[in-house]
């Protein structure tokens, strides 16, 4: 059984015709809205049984052909069609995807870097079959190549997301590529119609569709494939700082005036790839425990390099920081042969008599011959060390 009406339609209506001079905004040619204090005079008028808001919604949604009663149901209807037109027609112009075609043409060399004979296997969700070979571009390699080329010919910041670069050899079209902006969500797709001629230009016939003239994000690609390496040859091996390189990259592709690519790395990702790749060379996090590791592998455990970078305190695991750490030398003069070659070493940041001592003894045990003469610098704890341990 439906609920029955709170008021009767004809005194519902009756309330809002006596206050028909009130509703109307004669300015604006509308009626008021919803917090306007006409609405609120109704519902008293009609004992608060129905909410103000209510009111307002039968009015503005003409129900029970109420605009008619009230005799401006043409102006208003008039009214709103033209502001939905105005409306409608904007925000057709503003959200109509635009198309952009043009070509990217890879010369020899690199499409040899981006294409290889050999088919990639991929995993699959199939128990009957659970790999798949597929004739694709060089994963990590081709989209730093396509990318370059796409800002090259568009100036656009977009940051593509590229899906896949799929070569068909029995096809009717021999490499399909896709791609999306991760920002404004635009499609780019590249065709190649024929297997290209050995030693031959690629020419692809590439489209770009969406909103990518709104596109103002600031989102970076990935370091990935060669320039990976190339980025970390050139922060560690030639000693580059973070904040010159994407200089010397932007000069490559940019003119004056144009946007900053997505492919030009930021500084904080240059600075992560820098840690990483350090991290990557050590045999262990903390330094301690690398040189205890190192100490048993050749050639290291023969020789010990750069000894002056070690004398700088270091952090432990447990976040205590070390004192200053020294190497201490024992040598051994060959007269006959009138050289000095070295027998031990320690490195210690305990650089008293008894931790002295206790190293020279251990050394002492190893079935030598204790020294008649010993020559030693000023320091007082070495000094006493040598007493206490070669002399009884």
Known sequence: ????????????????????????????????????????????????????????????????????????????????????????????????????????????????????????????????NGVREYDVLIPFQWTNIINDHFFDQTKKPCKIVYKYAKIYVMGN??????????????????????????????????????????????????????????????????????????????????????????SLPSLNALRVLKYQKRQKDKLHQDSIMSLALLKGIAPFNQIIQDIGGLTRKLNMISGRESSPIFLYEISVMDYKNKCQFTAAHMLSERHDSNSISYWLTEWSRTNIVLPKIVVTDQSLALMMAVVKSFTQ
């Open 1 to 128: 059984m439906p609920k029955k009406q709170s008021v009767c339609q004809q005194i519902l209506v009756g309330g809002i015709l006596n206050r028909k001079e009130e509703i109307f905004d004669t300015n604006n040619q509308k009626i008021w809205g919803p917090s306007h204090v006409c609405w609120e005079d109704i519902s008293k008028d009609l004992n608060n049984v129905v909410s103000s808001k209510y009111i307002y919604t039968i009015v503005k949604q003409n129900r029970f052909d109420i605009l008619k009663q009230l005799n401006f149901s043409e102006n208003v209807c008039e009214i709103e069609k033209k502001i939905e037109t105005i409306i409608s027609e904007s925000e057709n112009d503003e959200n109509e995807p635009q198309t952009l075609e043009f070509t990217i043409t890879l010369s020899a060399q690199e499409w040899k870097l981006v294409y290889d004979s050999e088919r990639r296997v991929y995993k699959r969700n199939d128990r009957n």
């Open 173 to 262: 079209i021999y490499l399909k590529m896709f791609g999306r902006c991760a920002a404004c969500q635009s499609i780019f797709k590249g065709l190649l119609q024929n297997p290209p001629e050995p030693d031959s230009r690629v020419i692809i016939q590439c489209s770009y569709v969406g909103l990518f003239e709104y596109c103002k994000t600031g989102l970076k690609r990935r370091i990935i494939g060669k320039k990976r390496d190339e980025y970390s040859n050139k922060l560690i091996e030639q000693n580059m700082s973070a904040s010159f390189i994407p200089k010397m990259e932007s000069k490559k592709f940019m003119n004056y005036g144009d946007p900053e690519p997505s």
